[in-house]
């Protein structure tokens, strides 16, 4: 039986080499220019390079996940991919072939399922801005690798067993929780069920998730009495049935510090990435990589 998580990535691939033969068709059938002709369509290069921008993969983990995925068909080595990019296609192109492969994903969706929302933070390291501190570690003053703060917004399907990932906001080191979930929320396109632990519990974060038809289900911080209104209704309609699924969010969030899934600071801004959770144990559900990652 062949695995689920080597097929949703054919159906990316598929739809990506639909929009690249509508682009580029024409392109296929010309009449070869002077000088040294490419030895495979455009629209192959152009569908590689969609499905390479859509997964956030490198050129080498491109080609090698194509061949896995399409063992008899040909296939352009990694850098004559990497060329074709640099000569042939601009990157406002791809972002704009990119924007629209998410639209026809976007449309597969069952209009009536409704999805866990989470909402989680987590640091990214990457290379400059150390910062030194006050006290030495031995002999020398000790450093602290610059890393910066990135909030996702996840929507969890549990019947496809599906993530989307829906906002994502980028701060400094040290960002504070709140204001980073706030601009992911803002970026959200369908409400439900919101799951958040105790550093997302602010009035804000209350009030924005209600104004945009969220359902917070988020975890109150201290044991005292709640006096803002805001935050009586997520005391009592608290299920911790639901609760337990945010740890799926942090699984995404792990994922996310793995080198080449993560954009450097002050880039470009990190890829919109679909992936499986695992069908371990129910108590406690996490999202593992899929074969296109």
Known sequence: MKRLDIQRPKAVFELAHKLAQKRFGELDNAPPRQGHPWVYPHSLYAALLIFRAYFGLTYRHTVALFKDLYPESPCPSFQSLQRYMSRNLKPEDLQGLLAELKNQLERLLPDDAVPLVILDTTGIAHRGLTQKLNYKRGAEVRRVRGHSRLGLLVRYYTDLKLLVIDGVAAGPAYASDMVLGRRALRQGTKPGPLLADAGFDSVEIWKEAFERGYH????????????????????????????????????????????????????????????????GCCSRPSATTCASC
């Open 216 to 279: 917070p289900q988020i975890r109150l911080k201290g044991g005292g009495e709640v006096k803002s209104e805001l935050r009586k209704p997520g005391q009592k309609l608290f299920e911790p049935f639901l609760y337990r699924f945010r740890g799926v969010g942090e699984g995404v969030s792990r994922l996310r510090r793995r080198p080449g899934l993560t954009a450097r600071c002050g880039g470009a801004k990190p890829h919109r990435c679909r992936r499986l959770p695992s069908s």
